[in-house]
Nanobody
Framework: VQLVESGGGLVQAGGSLRLSCAAS????????IAWFRQAPGKEREGLSC????????HYGDSVKGRFTIARDSARNTVYLLMQHLQPEDTAVYYC???????????????????WGQGTQVTVSS
């Protein structure tokens, strides 16, 4: 079971980035996928999650209206489109998965069993 994030980088305030989370080694269509981030000295924060068939999506309050999550089952990939980025969005971004068919989405890190290595996002002012 493996998750690999990509798409991070340096962007100016107000800009956009799209992160990708490529999954392998498990039946993608049976797993809930979520995005988290962790800034230096801060706790890991749940940003968004999407259920196994894309029918249920949740966002954290800090990113609601700015970030969009989507999944592409043909590519076994989940995306996080981040718009109107601000310096406070600077963090390492992680995707995570859990086997949770027909369960409501959660943004608690303890709910997820497999994590990617993270990708750095830096927003300059």
């Amino acid at each position: 079971v493996q998750l690999v994030e990509s798409g991070g980088g340096l962007v100016q305030a107000g800009g956009s980035l799209r992160l990708s989370c490529a999954a392998s080694g498990f039946t993608f269509g049976e797993y809930m996928i979520a995005w988290f981030r962790q800034a230096p000295g801060k706790e890991r924060e749940g940003l968004s999650c999407i259920d196994e068939n894309g029918g249920s999506i949740h966002y954290g309050d800090s990113v609601k209206g700015r970030f969009t999550i989507a999944r592409d089952s043909a590519r076994n990939t989940v995306y996080l489109l981040m718009q109107h980025l601000q310096p406070e969005d600077t963090a390492v971004y992680y995707c995570a998965s859990t086997y949770a068919p027909d369960m409501p989405g959660r943004l608690s890190s303890s709910f997820y069993t497999t994590w990617g290595q993270g990708t750095q996002v830096t927003v300059s002012s």
